[in-house]
């Protein structure tokens, strides 16, 4: 099967820095991409990485090692906006492949503390 | 550019019943994706177009749901003969082609009640 894990929840304060895992277990990997989704909102793209090392846009970055297959979506400077869920996602075969999909991982709930 | 269009927001149904969805995609996107959500849960793939070809189904959706695409603009997504299990926000996603990032844009969603 395929799986992407994630923790459930995470909490932390106004201001702070946040780290959120994801390990993946697919039958290909082309990509991992993080999408953030308020309550009874769309899903929006964030971030993704084809290649190992760190991505930084703004606030947020992302990371990738390919060989652990594992990477986290770091956020910075939390603001209360930040409270949302955020999902890691892998492409897994080619994107030119007829055959490609991407997939979710269950979601990770941030809670942003004053 | 005026996003990713679903239709309806909500629609209630009795069990039993059918029920057809419909997507928008962003005009110049020519792929296309099906994904369901239920609450505390990530979006599950349901089907992928590629131009008016549906190049992938999900091996978890059962006969009673079925997609289109024709001309490779919309896409309608139906449901047949409704079950409780079936109720979930139903999202379309579309993108531009690429061999390397992909970024989905995502619409707003068909949240599905069956009664």
């Known amino acids: 099967g395929q799986s992407l894990e994630q923790p459930s929840e995470v909490t932390a304060v106004e201001g702070a820095i946040v780290q959120i895992n994801c390990t993946y277990q697919t039958s290909g990997f082309y990509g991992l991409s993080w999408y953030q989704q308020h309550d009874g909102g769309a899903p929006t793209f964030l971030s993704y990485?084809?290649?190992?090392g760190l991505e930084e846009t703004g606030r947020f970055s992302s990371f990738l090692s390919r060989s652990d297959s594992y990477g986290y979506l770091l956020l910075q400077e939390l603001q209360m906006k930040d409270s949302a869920s955020y999902f890691c996602?892998?492409?897994?075969?080619?994107?030119?492949?007829?055959?490609?999909?991407?997939?979710f991982g269950s979601g990770t709930r941030l809670s942003i503390r004053p | 550019d005026t996003g990713v269009s679903q239709n309806p927001r909500h629609k209630i149904t009795k069990r039993g019943q059918n029920v057809t969805f419909r997507c928008d995609p962003i005009s110049e996107h020519n792929r296309l994706y099906w994904y369901r959500q239920t609450l505390g849960q990530g979006p599950e793939f349901l089907t992928y177009?590629?131009?008016?070809?549906?190049?992938?189904k999900s091996r978890l959706l059962s006969d009673r749901f079925s997609a289109e695409r024709p001309k490779g603009s919309f896409s309608t997504l139906e449901i047949q003969r409704t079950e409780q299990g079936d109720s979930a926000m139903y999202l379309c996603?579309?993108?531009?082609?690429?061999?390397?990032?992909?970024?989905?844009?995502f619409g707003s969603g068909t949240q599905l009640s069956v009664l």
């Open positions: 990485n084809g290649l190992d």
């Open positions: 177009f590629q131009n008016e070809a549906q190049l992938e």
């Open positions: 996603a579309s993108s531009p082609y690429s061999t390397t990032n992909e970024k989905l844009f």
């Open positions: 996602a892998v492409r897994d075969s080619p994107g030119y492949s007829s055959a490609s999909k991407i997939i």
